[in-house]
């Protein structure tokens, strides 16, 4: 599906290019080409980038207004119609990706604790697309041959984002479900409840537990749960501490709470089918089997569920199975610390085919992205596996 839509897009700008060529250059003034070829050259650049410089503003405005709002910022991620790339600079990783589809995200966390609902850092991106709008409107408006054609177009672009990033809407990111930029500033026009505050408490609570401070998380969390007992996000952190402790009897059953719920539902059906795959105190291959199945059921085409799945499957001994799932959740993930993962079991699968010096590309992309230590060093141990020579050629070599 992802080839079929670079194909697709290829086309398109090919089309646009034949398009614009024939719009920029006369039927009598083809002798005239070699002397017109910059405005062709720039109308061509603009068709391909206006897509990409629209998303990737967008973006850094939000990372920009984090930055200045207090904020720390973990992955910003944004379009463009090539591969994937990671790039991690001054701590924050930076995310191309051509599977994303013409929008982007930015992760941040509070450095401290909130007081309100921010404002500036979801209102930040859709600001950026509105001066993008009436920048190209008023380019537009200057009638350059050429430049005005590209404004308008830009200025189209721009109003299709808005409209779409202003959609009040929960979307999927990076396995957890956010609200968009129009969400966001929705929810400010409304007084901010007791669930609101638990929220903001919630999202403070990562930035600790990035840090290590896991005494503070448990203090933090144990307070919204005494404010809130029925608060599915609480209870989702608190599991994730037990968990980390050791606590998988008690880590179970704060997911198994958890599981009605339409949104904390989804990644406790996930913690679950990893839990009880696992071998240990709590290893049930039927029912991880189902939790992954039902997973993929309700959410085919979720990157986070593809490879939930592929885990299941590796833990369970059925690789062969497990293959394209890795495959594919390798080919849709945008979060760093899941595409690492799925890197480190598309490294098993080639050092299982003797295919060297892929397995060892995908080992330096899992150590680069910050996958398990377990699964690399698994990794690490399978290629020296694979690099040894079979007895059938250890034979042949001695009767030689």
């Keep these: 599906m992802n080839r079929l839509f670079a194909h697709a897009v290829g086309l398109l700008c090919l089309a646009g290019a034949a398009w614009v060529i024939h719009w920029a250059v006369p039927a009598s003034g083809w002798h005239d080409l070699h002397e017109l070829w910059g405005t062709v050259a720039f109308l061509l650049l603009g068709i391909v980038a206006l897509p990409f410089t629209a998303v990737l503003f967008h973006e850094l405005a939000h990372g920009t207004a984090a930055a200045l709002t207090g904020y720390r910022i973990t992955t910003i991620c944004f379009w463009a119609p090539v591969s994937m790339i990671q790039i991690r600079l001054f701590g924050i990783w930076f995310v191309c990706g051509r599977t994303l589809k013409r929008s982007g995200y930015c992760v941040a966390y509070p450095k401290r604790m909130p007081k309100s609902r921010p404002f500036l850092y979801p209102a930040a991106g859709p600001l950026m697309t509105l001066l993008l709008v009436v920048g190209a409107t008023i380019g537009g408006s200057a009638h350059i041959r050429g430049l005005s054609l590209w404004c308008i177009g830009a200025a189209f672009i721009n109003v299709l984002y808005f409209a779409?990033?202003?959609?009040?809407?929960?979307?999927?990111?990076?396995?957890?479900?956010?609200?968009?930029d129009g969400a966001h500033l929705l929810a400010l026009l409304h007084p901010m409840t007791p669930a609101d505050r638990i929220d903001l408490k919630l999202t403070y609570a990562w930035t600790l537990w990035d840090q290590g401070k896991v005494a503070e998380?448990?203090?933090?969390?144990?307070?919204?749960?005494?404010?809130?007992?029925?608060?599915?996000?609480?209870?989702?952190?608190?599991?994730?501490l037990f968990w980390r402790q050791g606590r998988l009897t008690e880590a179970a059953a704060m997911y198994d709470s958890c599981l009605g719920d339409p949104e904390a539902g989804v990644q406790a059906k996930v913690a679950l089918a990893l839990l009880k795959s696992d071998p240990g105190p709590l290893h049930n291959p039927e029912q991880a089997d189902l939790f992954s199945q039902q997973?993929?059921?309700?959410?085919?085409?979720?990157?986070?569920?593809?490879?939930?799945?592929?885990?299941?499957?590796?833990r369970l001994g059925r690789s062969e199975e497990a293959y394209p799932y890795v495959d594919l959740a390798y080919e849709n993930l945008l979060d760093p610390g899941d595409r690492g993962y799925a890197a480190g079991f598309k490294g098993l699968q080639f050092a299982s085919q003797r295919q060297v010096?892929?397995?060892?590309?995908?080992?330096?992309?899992?150590?680069?992205?910050?996958?398990?230590?377990?699964?690399?060093?698994?990794?690490?141990?399978?290629?020296?596996?694979?690099?040894?020579?079979?007895?059938?050629?250890?034979?042949?070599?001695?009767?030689?």
């Design 164 to 180: 779409s990033y202003m959609v009040p809407r929960r979307v999927w990111i990076a396995g957890r479900p956010v609200l968009t």
């Design 217 to 240: 998380v448990e203090s933090l969390v144990t307070e919204c749960r005494q404010e809130s007992p029925d608060h599915h996000g609480a209870a989702m952190v608190q599991a994730a």
């Design 295 to 314: 997973l993929l059921s309700d959410m085919p085409d979720n990157a986070k569920v593809l490879l939930t799945r592929a885990i299941v499957l590796g």
């Design 357 to 400: 010096r892929l397995a060892e590309r995908c080992l330096r992309q899992a150590l680069y992205l910050g996958a398990p230590h377990s699964l690399a060093r698994t990794l690490a141990r399978a290629l020296r596996s694979s690099k040894k020579p079979t007895s059938s050629s250890s034979s042949v070599s001695k009767s030689s």
